[in-house]
């Protein structure tokens, strides 16, 4: 299979993807997100993974829900090699196909798209062959990472170095958009990317 109309999103944690996937939603492209998937596929893999990682990971269970606590799963398997390998060969199988699935549905009609995937160099499993990058420098990563999730210095850091660096990334990327201006600079740059397509 090649998806040849398809082209990765991607970044590094707090580079700005989101924000970039939100700008070429407004322009009209379509964005096929792998963060919602992900999401979707942890509730419906609910039982596999409390199996997994035991009921600590449920939310408040005064409450008696059976909901995954996302944070507390997350704290896991942001500190844990082996955890984070262990979800991820529950969840990503999942991903993968339902990703596959839509991008199908894309390629039938001929226009261009986005697959937004956070790890895309580091999962290297898909047939995408054109990539664009979000890129940032390390510290302002670090600097809106804390901001947006209210990390300490030294937790934003342990999420930064759990991925390829920003640096590797562009070396492997087939575009790059940088942002480390305001929001219109950002907005100006995808402007220039999207004549290019
Ligand atoms: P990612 O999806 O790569 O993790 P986000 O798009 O969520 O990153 O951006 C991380 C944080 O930085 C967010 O709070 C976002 O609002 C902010 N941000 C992103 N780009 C800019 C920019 N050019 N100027 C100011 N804030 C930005």
Do not use: W
Not at 29 to 38: G, L, M, Q, R, S
Not at 45 to 68: M, P, T, W, Y
Not at 72 to 78: D, R, T
Not at 161 to 186: C, F, H, P
């Amino acid at each position: 299979m090649n998806l040849s109309l398809a082209i990765a999103l991607t970044g590094g944690i707090a580079s700005g993807k989101s924000t970039a996937a939100s700008l070429l939603k407004l322009y009209g492209y379509h964005i096929i997100c792998a963060d919602e998937i992900a999401h979707q596929k942890l509730e419906s893999s609910a039982e596999e993974v409390v199996r997994a990682f035991g009921e600590g990971i449920l939310k408040d269970r005064d409450l008696d829900s059976s909901k995954i606590d996302r944070q507390k799963l997350g704290a896991i398997v942001f500190s844990n090699k082996n955890a984070r390998q262990k979800l991820e060969s529950i969840l990503h199988p999942k991903i993968r196909e339902e990703i596959l699935s839509q991008a199908q549905m894309q390629e039938s009609k001929g226009i261009p798209y986005f697959v937004d995937i956070p790890l895309f160099f580091e999962t290297n499993s898909y047939p995408i062959s054109r990539s664009l990058l979000i890129y940032t420098t390390k510290e302002l990563q670090l600097k809106r990472l804390q901001e947006r999730n209210h990390l300490s210095e030294e937790e934003a850091l342990k999420r930064i170095e759990s991925q390829i660096s920003l640096e590797d990334k562009r070396v492997m990327a087939s575009d790059v958009i940088e942002n480390y201006g305001t929001l219109e600079e950002l907005q100006s740059a995808i402007e220039s990317y999207l004549r290019t397509l």
